[in-house]
C-alpha cells in the first residue's frame, strides 16, 4: 500500500506550472500515453472560454476545425465533445454498418468497440490469452 497517488506511483511528475510550456523539439511533440503537453498557452485558451458567452458552439469551435483542417492538410473537421463522439462519427461517415466487421486492439478503450456497436455491428474484441507455463 502507499499513500502516493496512481500518477506519482506510476513515476509521473506532479506537472509544475513553471513546466508547462512547449519545447520545440520533435520528441517533445510526441504524446507520451498519460503525460499530456499541457501548455500556458492551452489553459489561458480554455480560461478565455470558459470566461465567455459561449461555451458550447461559440467562436472557437469552427476557428479550431479550420486550423486542424490547415495543419493536417484536410478537407474538412468536425470538432467533437469527446473520444467516442468522435469514433462514432467517423464510423458513420465511413458508411460502416451491419455486415462490416471492425477489428481494435484488445487494449483499448470500450468505446472503440462500442462505437462499433452504435453503428449496427456485432462486436467482439480479440483476446489474447498468455499460454500456461
Ligand atoms: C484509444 C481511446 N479510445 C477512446 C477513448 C475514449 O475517449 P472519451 O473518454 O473522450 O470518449 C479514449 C480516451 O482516452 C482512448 O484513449
Same mark, same amino acid.
Given at each position: 500500500?502507499?499513500? $502516493? *497517488?496512481? *500518477?506519482?506511483?506510476?513515476?509521473?511528475?506532479?506537472?509544475?506550472?513553471?513546466?508547462? =510550456?512547449?519545447?520545440?523539439? %520533435? !520528441?517533445?511533440?510526441?504524446?507520451?500515453? !498519460?503525460?499530456?503537453?499541457?501548455?500556458?498557452?492551452?489553459? $489561458?485558451?480554455? *480560461?478565455?472560454?470558459?470566461?465567455?458567452?459561449?461555451?458550447?458552439?461559440?467562436?472557437?469551435?469552427?476557428?479550431? =476545425?479550420?486550423?486542424?483542417? =490547415?495543419?493536417?492538410?484536410?478537407?474538412?473537421?468536425?470538432?467533437?465533445?469527446?473520444?467516442?463522439?468522435?469514433?462514432?462519427?467517423?464510423?458513420?461517415? @465511413?458508411?460502416?454498418?451491419?455486415?462490416? =466487421?471492425?477489428?481494435? !486492439? %484488445?487494449?483499448?478503450? @470500450?468505446?472503440?468497440?462500442?462505437?462499433?456497436?452504435?453503428?449496427?455491428?456485432?462486436?467482439?474484441?480479440?483476446?489474447?490469452?498468455?499460454?500456461?507455463?
Amino acid at each position: 500500500m502507499t499513500d $502516493e *497517488s496512481p *500518477s506519482k506511483a506510476r513515476g509521473a511528475k506532479k506537472p509544475d506550472p513553471a513546466d508547462l =510550456e512547449i519545447l520545440d523539439s %520533435p !520528441s517533445s511533440r510526441f504524446l507520451p500515453y !498519460s503525460r499530456q503537453d499541457v501548455t500556458k498557452n492551452d489553459i $489561458e485558451a480554455v *480560461s478565455a472560454v470558459l470566461r465567455s458567452d459561449w461555451l458550447t458552439q461559440g467562436p472557437d469551435i469552427p476557428a479550431f =476545425e479550420k486550423n486542424l483542417c =490547415e495543419a493536417v492538410g484536410a478537407g474538412y473537421a468536425v470538432a467533437c465533445s469527446s473520444g467516442t463522439a468522435a469514433l462514432h462519427l467517423a464510423m458513420m461517415a @465511413l458508411g460502416i454498418g451491419p455486415g462490416d =466487421e471492425v477489428v481494435t !486492439s %484488445p487494449i483499448t478503450f @470500450l468505446s472503440s468497440a462500442n462505437c462499433a456497436r452504435f453503428v449496427g455491428l456485432k462486436c467482439g474484441l480479440p483476446i489474447s490469452i498468455p499460454k500456461p507455463v
